[in-house]
């Protein structure tokens, strides 16, 4: 999570990202996968396309995993756009929107937007509790 927002993002890159589900996906795995392709099932490194965009499965065990798998974003049930823009506005944005505000602004129901901060929410909340160890090893579950 943390990780995903490190780095300041280009207000032009940001605006491609909320627009595009595509970008999106692209831009998780080339976090992801930055440093190489690793199976999470059994470590091997090679790996050819998945089924979905951006996906990748591995060439040994045939295991499948999305750009998605392992971040907060996996099994999100609207587009992963709209989810990374409430993702970063909860944490980077200057203001604090509201949940009606999101849904206002992005087409959803306010339920979803409400569920999906508090997912966000206490995620963050996990990472300040815990030391830098922990927090690293968070990273790597949130983003790898
Ligand atoms: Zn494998």
Not at 109 to 128: E, G, P
Request: proline letters at 2%; glycine letters at 4%; hydrophobic letters at 30%.
């Amino acid at each position: 999570m943390s990780t995903i927002f490190k780095n300041e993002l280009s207000s032009d890159l940001l605006e491609k990202l909320f627009l595009s589900d595509e970008k999106c996906l692209e831009f998780l795995a080339d976090l992801k996968w930055g440093d190489g392709f690793v199976c999470r099932k059994c470590g091997n490194t090679n790996h050819c396309p998945g089924k979905t965009p951006y996906s990748r499965r591995c060439t040994k065990c045939k295991t499948e995993e999305s750009a998605t798998t392992g971040t907060i974003f996996h099994n999100c049930k609207f587009p992963v756009s709209k989810a990374f823009y409430i993702a970063y506005n909860v944490c980077k944005g200057k203001e604090d929107l509201s949940t009606y505000e999101f849904a206002r602004r992005l087409s959803l129901r306010q339920m979803t937007c409400w569920k999906f901060k508090t997912k966000i929410k206490t995620a963050l909340q996990k990472m300040d509790s815990l030391s830098e160890g922990e927090k690293m090893s968070i990273n790597k579950i949130l983003t790898s």
